[in-house]
């Protein structure tokens, strides 16, 4: 099946600094969604992107389909940001697969 | 709108005890999900529901069953739960099945003893 790989695995961040996280994948895809999981566990979706890029604030997403790789920038990170990245991809019919995730803290 | 609840939020079974997760949605969403979360790893789809009255196996059905009760409600099954079940049970829904933006609920953390 397919193959989804994040990176880095762990990030620590002061409050303000930029970060890119990275999602590679080992097949074409249909569909990819970034999410966030926050400390308490809740999962957010913050971007549906199977191609090209969206901003939603201080975030972005890219994905390159044809170079499969998906990345996610935050800028000016914020102690709210902090938790856990998550990289879903799938193809047609079929259920997603999720990453591993990249775990990010940010401090004050 | 709550969007997708669930409950209960924290369960503890001893080992061979059955269990029920409660799941339901009021975005009218037509597909109901359910994963479990391990540490260390990202989420697993144990079952989904593409419409109401179908659902499907996922990567790791086994030691579980789901009911599609309606297309609000979507419950997953422990019958004889084990040790290995310990874990964080997420449901999800979606428009439509798999290719789109899914919306989870807050988790149930189970721990099997």
């Known amino acids: 099946g397919i193959q989804v790989e994040q990176s880095p695995p762990d990030l620590i961040l002061q409050e303000g600094a930029n970060s890119t996280l990275r999602c590679n994948f080992s097949d074409s895809v249909n569909n990819l969604q970034w999410f966030h999981q926050n400390p308490w566990g809740q999962l957010i979706n913050l971007f549906y992107?199977?191609?090209g890029t969206k901003q939603n604030g201080r975030l972005s997403a890219t994905t390159v389909a044809t170079e499969r790789y998906s990345l996610l920038y935050i800028s000016s990170s914020q102690t709210t940001d902090s938790g856990v990245y998550f990289c879903?991809?799938?193809?047609?019919?079929?259920?997603?697969?999720f990453g591993k995730g990249t775990t990010l803290s940010v401090s004050s | 709108n709550a969007g997708v609840t669930q409950t209960p939020k924290f369960q503890v079974l001893k080992t061979g005890q059955s269990m029920t997760l409660q799941c339901a949605q009021d975005?009218?969403?037509?597909?109901m999900y359910w994963y479990r979360q391990d540490p260390g790893m990202g989420l697993r789809l144990i079952y989904y529901?593409?419409?109401?009255?179908?659902?499907d196996k996922g990567e790791v059905p086994n030691g579980y069953n789901v009911s599609r009760l309606n297309k609000r409600e979507f419950s997953l099954r422990l019958e004889s739960a084990a040790p290995s079940q310990t874990s964080v049970y997420f449901c999800a829904s979606s428009q439509q099945s798999h290719t789109d933006t899914q919306y989870f609920g807050p988790g149930t953390r189970l721990t099997v003893l």
């Open positions: 975005m009218n969403h037509n597909s």
């Open positions: 879903a991809v799938n193809q047609a019919g079929t259920a997603l697969i």
């Open positions: 992107i199977p191609s």
């Open positions: 529901s593409a419409s109401e009255g179908t659902t």
